[in-house]
């Protein structure tokens, strides 16, 4: 029997899991059969296709042809070392969201739960043919697939309205982008006919035309993404899934995304042009900052992730731009330290986003409350959540020795070398722009305290809290896991590098991993040492050390005696929940520094309100700015158009007839 | 690696440990002296810690474990920050383990667990604190990172001792850019280190304390801790900022002589910059907490000058 290559490996993944999906329908109001056998089964496939890919990359690519499709139009399938890092990111980060789920669907919640099970592993079916496809056809096929499922999988709780209309924008922008895709694809093959990524790749265009693929190509896969200004579907449709579909369309299927740019500039198109860089670069600071001023100020605690999303995608098209500008200038060892910075920073957000959505998830389970208003208190019911958690909020807040930091820390270096760029002003231009990524970096910190304190500390801001429980046996292994992948991105960056580094230098056609590999594991030092390193491992034993040597000491040298007692508090008598800060009161400093940014209604109390009262309420601007004003533009558009319809059959023959004359007088040889 | 440079990286730490509460205890001396106060001893805060560990701890009802567990982190934190940034020799062990990028996220690390630390018991104070200190914080920390990445620009690299070495060595020529960076890190150490501008180390007014809000539930070892960590952040930051912008005086490489010259020198520094800092705080007000985004955005808008200047006029001297 001949050894089973890995392409076929992520093929037979790919059955299975759809094989999983429909044995859901097999019995779909059989909870026990459906949560606790076919979801930790997906689980294991998503293991298997994440160990298939660590032991491919590095590898040359494999191609396969499934004969199903159009006639005269098979599947092309390949796998190359781009791809195996995008399915190490979606098998390893489905493994730990797929193990919670067994513990996180209840019965009476939403869809019949078969439904749910077919729908979830059709999406990650669906991601893994996106990533495998390599004709237009095939990932067209793929990319719809994983939008319908998601959009049902958004709409589970479908009876109420608001969840309705966030699945309908879901939808409406993702066809959007889709169509944006389409015609990029379209330019790609150049009128040839030929749909296949390799034909695409043999075919030369003009700057023209791939420039206009590329803004195309951005604009498609941005949809997707989230990326200014076609990020509003992303804060209403994560708040509307269950949790673990907001962990996977947040940590994987925007990384999809990402993968298609990618391939689109990196691999289809050939040789970029620097001022494509500019443009990613732009619209991923603008939606860096803008993701996360937006996500400081929220309310709902799954909306606040779902903005700290949008601010990640930022951060990933920044990271995108750099590279887009160093290799159009073929500076590709520095193109290939931003490109490593992103595709770090790929894993590392899949990693700590996933695992925050799903405590929130946990939380929402317990407490079945979403709103930061009503939570508090949560590190003493749900202890293993809260500390989890804890994880999740250092690495997302980019902060050491977590994975968030390392791709800070890689997009920074990346920055530094920027005034190398023969541009007359970029390479002063391009270093400035370091300046607003640490800012974004910062406010994310802002963003994240806001998150985990309000929500697991201080006092409870509700009676019924006093209830809640912490999470069951197989969502505490899902987080673990996830935990464990974050903390394992934080402290082993090198020999992360070097596996994700064979899809650089496929890409670039340069790497680091040889230079990081000259100094031992533990060292990070992808110039030089001298140039800069970074020793998490150490940095971690060194803190630590610190912390037990302290304490010891402390204990030793004097004692370790502890009472309880009432809080000082300056010996204010009140000490109730209401005492503490709101979710909108902690963000008020930034809503008042970043005023200009917000559109915002507030009610203020006066002395002589009978019920006084404060309120405020934040909004995008760009709703109103820009989509409101679309959504008039079509709606007056179809009614102009309505009036054609009159509805009298007659009106319709004179229709047929008017325009069987005009064809007739054109189509006249 | 050697043995002797690991022990003169313990010995650095010692010192440091040493030498923060000393340094608070000089800068409020000098404090009391312009105000014409008669001023604490030198020693004082030793005695104050000395006083809060043999203290009971008096916990909170509503504090959990990371209330507990916070001041050993924050301890933490600042001990390997003291550790990495160059104060006696360029060459000990522990410095290439984070550069300037990793140190800044050493200190945002300790920000994050002292915030968290004071929403944990859920009293009004509290929050307030820790909001403002986020507040502070994420004001201050990019303002840093661009001071950084300017001397990190002239020297060609952001580890702390390759920067330390190469500004060491040069011509003795004011960079303007440097300037600015100075500047702005001068503003930002003020704020990061609770000072007077943004925040009044000595008081306990309630509305207008940050870095005192937040620990306000702290009792006995743990805010003996807190206290100890604040010292070694202050001699930290005035470490870095004599490495960055003085380093005259550290040695490099791991001689008996130059590390013991070393010692001298750094204290010398610190008490003339000790001395310089209360100067400064004796001479301001306390400002409101909303004008303080306006101090730490000039503190920014410096930093990225020194950056412009940098790559506008002096890239191509």
Redesign the interface.
């Known amino acids: 029997m001949p050894a089973l290559l890995p392409i076929d490996v992520l093929l037979i993944a790919a059955c299975a899991w759809l094989a999983l999906g429909f044995a859901g329908l097999a019995a779909p109001r059989n909870l026990f059969f459906i949560s606790k056998i076919l979801f930790p089964l997906g689980a294991a496939v998503g293991v298997l296709c994440g160990l298939t890919s660590l032991r491919f990359l590095g590898e040359s690519a494999q191609v396969a042809v499934l004969a199903i499709g159009l006639p005269d139009l098979p599947f092309h399938l390949r796998l190359d070392n781009l791809t195996a890092v995008f399915v190490l990111l979606l098998g390893f980060a489905s493994a730990g969201i797929s193990v919670f789920a067994a513990g996180y669907f209840r019965k009476g919640e939403g869809a019949a739960p078969g439904l749910m099970c077919l729908q979830y592993h059709l999406f990650l079916a669906s991601m893994l043919l996106v990533l495998l496809a390599d004709d237009a056809y095939a990932f067209m096929v793929a990319w719809e697939c994983m939008a319908l499922s998601s959009f049902f999988l958004v709409t589970t709780d479908h009876r109420h309205a608001e969840i309705r209309r966030a699945g309908y924008l879901y939808l409406l922008i993702a066809h959007i982008g889709a169509i944006s895709i389409l015609l990029s694809f379209g330019v790609m093959t150049a009128g040839s006919g030929d749909y296949s990524f390799a034909g695409m790749r043999a075919q030369a265009l003009s700057p023209f035309w791939a420039s206009a693929a590329f803004l195309l190509a951005l604009a498609g896969f941005g949809a997707k993404a989230g990326l200014l200004p076609v990020h509003v579907w992303l804060p209403e449709a994560h708040p509307a899934a269950p949790s673990p579909v907001s962990a996977m369309m947040s940590g994987v299927m925007l990384k999809t995304a990402i993968y298609g740019l990618l391939r689109v500039s990196f691999d289809l198109l050939g040789t970029p042009l620097w001022w494509w860089g500019v443009v990613a670069m732009s619209i991923g600071l603008a939606t860096a900052v803008f993701g996360v001023l937006y996500s400081t100020v929220q309310s709902d605690m799954k909306r606040l992730l779902a903005y700290s999303s949008i601010e990640n995608i930022g951060l990933l098209a920044v990271a995108l731009g750099l590279t887009l500008i160093f290799h159009a200038y073929r500076m590709e060892a520095l193109a290939a330290l931003a490109m490593t910075a992103l595709l770090y920073h790929c894993l590392a957000h899949a990693g700590f986003k996933s695992l925050l959505f799903l405590c929130t998830g946990s939380v929402l389970h317990a407490t079945r409350e979403r709103s930061l208003g009503k939570l ?2 949560l ?2 019911r749900m ?1 293993w959540v ?1 500390w989890l958690a ?1 994880a999740g ?2 690495a997302s ?4 020795p977590l994975s968030g ?1 390392v791709s800070e ?1 890689l997009l ?2 990346a ?2 070398f920027s ?1 190398g760029l023969p541009h007359p002003w970029l ?2 231009v391009v ?2 722009a ?2 607003v990524v ?2 974004v ?3 994310a ?2 963003a ?3 998150f ?3 929500i697991f ?3 409870m801001r509700e009676e019924a809290l006093k209830d809640a429980h912490d999470a069951g046996p197989w969502e505490k292994a899902g987080l673990v896991w996830l935990a464990g992948l974050t903390l394992a991105l934080g402290v082993l960056p090198s020999a992360v590098i070097g596996y994700i580094d064979a899809a650089t230098r496929q890409l670039l056609g340069a790497g680091l991993a040889d230079k990081v590999r000259e100094h031992g594991w533990w ?1 990070l ?1 992808p110039i030089s ?7 998490p491992l ?2 971690l034993a ?6 037990l040597l ?2 010891q000491l ?1 204990h030793r ?3 370790g ?10 010996g ?1 008598v009140f ?1 109730g ?1 209401r ?3 709101t979710a909108e ?2 963000s ?2 930034i809503r ?2 970043f005023e200009p940014m917000f559109r915002m209604e507030r009610h203020f109390p006066t002395i002589r309100d009978e019920r006084p009262y404060y309120s405020v309420k934040v909004e995008d601007h760009l709703w109103h700015w820009l989509y409101l004003p679309l959504a008039r533009l079509a709606n007056g558009v179809s009614a102009l158009i309505t009036r054609l319809q009159g509805g009298r059959i007659a009106i319709y023959l004179l229709y047929s007839f008017l325009t069987l004359i005009v064809l007739l007088l054109v189509a006249r040889p | 690696m050697s043995f002797s440079g690991l022990l003169w990286q313990l010995f650095a730490i010692v010192l440091a440990l040493a030498l923060a509460p000393l340094l608070t205890g000089w800068v409020n001396q000098c404090r009391a002296w312009m105000q014409n106060r008669s001023a604490p001893p030198l020693l004082q805060p030793y005695y104050m810690l000395h006083k809060l560990f043999l203290k009971d701890v008096v916990l909170a009802h509503g504090a959990s474990h990371l209330f507990r567990f916070a001041p050993f982190v924050v301890f933490g934190c600042m001990v390997l920050a003291c550790a990495i940034i160059p104060t006696l020799s360029t060459d000990l062990p522990l410095a290439p383990a984070a550069d300037t990028i990793a140190l800044v996220g050493v200190f945002g690390l300790a920000r994050i667990f002292i915030s968290l630390a004071a929403m944990d018991i859920g009293t009004s104070f509290g929050s307030l604190g820790g909001r403002r200190e986020m507040l502070v914080g994420f004001l201050a920390e990019p303002a840093l990172l661009m001071v950084i990445f300017t001397t990190a620009m002239i020297s060609q690299s952001t580890s702390v001792a390759t920067i330390v070495e190469t500004l060491a060595h040069r011509d003795f020529i004011i960079y303007p850019s440097m300037a600015f960076a100075g500047i702005a890190f001068t503003f930002v150490s003020f704020a990061e280190n609770a000072r007077v501008p943004v925040d009044n180390p000595a008081t306990h007014l309630e509305l207008t304390m940050i870095h005192e809000a937040m620990i306000l539930e702290y009792s006995g070892r743990h805010l003996a801790l807190i206290e100890w960590a604040a010292g070694l952040k202050l001699y930290a930051y005035s470490c870095l900022g004599l490495a960055l912008f003085f380093p005259w005086g550290i040695a490099e490489g791991d001689s008996m002589f130059g590390l013991l010259l070393a010692i001298p020198v750094l204290v010398a520094k610190l008490a003339i910059g000790g001395a310089l800092l209360a100067g400064i705080e004796s001479v301001n007000a306390k400002v409101r907490i909303f004008r303080a985004p306006e101090f730490l955005g000039t503190a920014f808008l410096f930093a990225v000058l020194g950056l412009l200047v940098r790559l506008l006029l002096e890239t191509r001297v």
């Open positions: 508090g208190g590190i003493h202890p809260a804890l909020v250092i807040a980019g902060l050491p930091f820390w920074l270096q920055f530094l005034p390479n002063m270093p400035v370091a300046a640490a800012l970096a910062a406010l910190g802002f994240m305290v806001k985990y304190g309000i500390l201080g006092q060292m030092a040492p001298e140039r800069a390193s970074y020793e150490i940095f060194t803190i630590a050390a610190a912390v302290g304490r402390v040298l004097y004692h005696r502890l009472r309880r007692s009432a809080a000082w508090d300056c204010y000490q929940p005492a503490q800060d009161g902690f008020q400093p008042r520094i």
